[in-house]
């Protein structure tokens, strides 16, 4: 899996997101991963050097955790895509630049 969505830094565009990190927390039933943006796909997969930008991500939840927990690895990296793109309104405007990205699965 990954996200696109479109980003300029310095007059270069990029727009693949991919998770480079992760980290299971289970003793303070916290995750935390990071995000890596690059140019496409393509350039992703020749490795993680060609990495422009990235944003870091942190969840903690007891509660969602005894579930996130029993969760294959798959089903995980879904729930932590889903989690990046969830939708934050605040008076009508949404604040997570995320919500809107598209899913993009991989084979």
Known sequence: ??????????????????????????????????????KDRDVRLQGIKNMIDSRRFEWTDPAQFAVVAQMTVLQLIAYVYSKIKESNIIDGVEQNWFADSEDVLEV
């Open 1 to 38: 899996m990954a996200l696109i969505k479109e980003k300029t830094i310095k007059g270069f565009t990029a727009e693949y997101w991919k998770i480079t990190k992760a980290n299971i927390d289970t003793m303070n039933a916290t995750i935390r991963v990071e995000l890596g943006l690059f």
